[in-house]
């Protein structure tokens, strides 16, 4: 990866900072009220809901480890897939006690705390984390963005269903976009600084 690449990890995870400053000390969001109002009556991106449930995510995990097991022996791949998913899942708990942002007023069925969410913070981790080690095994630009966009895209819809359902506000889902991809940035970085990773080809 370059190393704008890297920079932009360091970017979003201070964006995720500003916004956790104002719900920490709970300061007007504009936009938060505006969406949540207008987003419920926007059934065809509940559908992206699934894409952010532990059962979706865990099955792909499960998916993505067994690839790099047995069609790669990337032992190192299999121990960053570990971290990045499981890892940012456990954060994502700690930061909602430590926030402890209560729910959007409305019946969605949840009882822990909102901010930040985990549809969009563990979503876009394993969603690019996948993208990342199926991109390696293309050689075309143009693949890789693809793929990559389409990743974002998914995670993005996964998180923003969420507002749909009125189980988030819009600033939990942007959140955790943000921290979710400073996580990714991070764990690639340390993969990719790993002495005993299997050396790829210059195009990967």
């Not at 047995?70 to 708990?93: C, E, M, Q, R, Y």
Request: net charge positive; no cysteine; hydrophobic share 50%.
């Amino acid at each position: 990866m370059k190393k704008g690449f890297y920079i932009t990890g360091i970017i979003t995870f201070i964006l995720f900072m500003t916004i956790a400053h104002f719900v920490y000390y709970d300061l007007s969001i504009p936009w938060d009220p505006y969406l949540l109002g207008n987003m419920n009556h926007m059934r065809f991106i509940k559908i992206f809901s699934v894409m952010g449930t532990e059962l979706a995510i865990g099955g792909g995990s499960i998916l993505l480890i067994l690839y790099l097991w047995w069609a790669k022996k990337d032992f190192p791949g299999i121990l960053t897939v570990v971290v990045a998913v499981a890892g940012s899942n456990v954060l994502n708990k700690s930061i909602k006690n430590l926030m402890e942002r209560d729910r959007p007023p409305f019946p969605h069925g949840e009882e822990s705390f909102s901010f930040p969410s985990g549809h969009a913070m563990v979503g876009i981790v394993f969603l690019l984390t996948a993208s990342y080690f199926i991109s390696r095994e293309f050689s075309s630009i143009k693949v890789k963005w693809g793929i990559y966009i389409l990743a974002a895209a998914t995670a993005f819809l996964a998180g923003m269903s969420r507002v749909a359902e009125q189980a988030h506000y819009p600033s939990d889902v942007l959140a955790g976009l943000l921290i979710g991809y400073s996580i990714f940035t991070l764990t690639t970085f340390l993969y990719e600084k790993n002495p005993y990773k299997k050396v790829r080809p210059s195009g990967a």
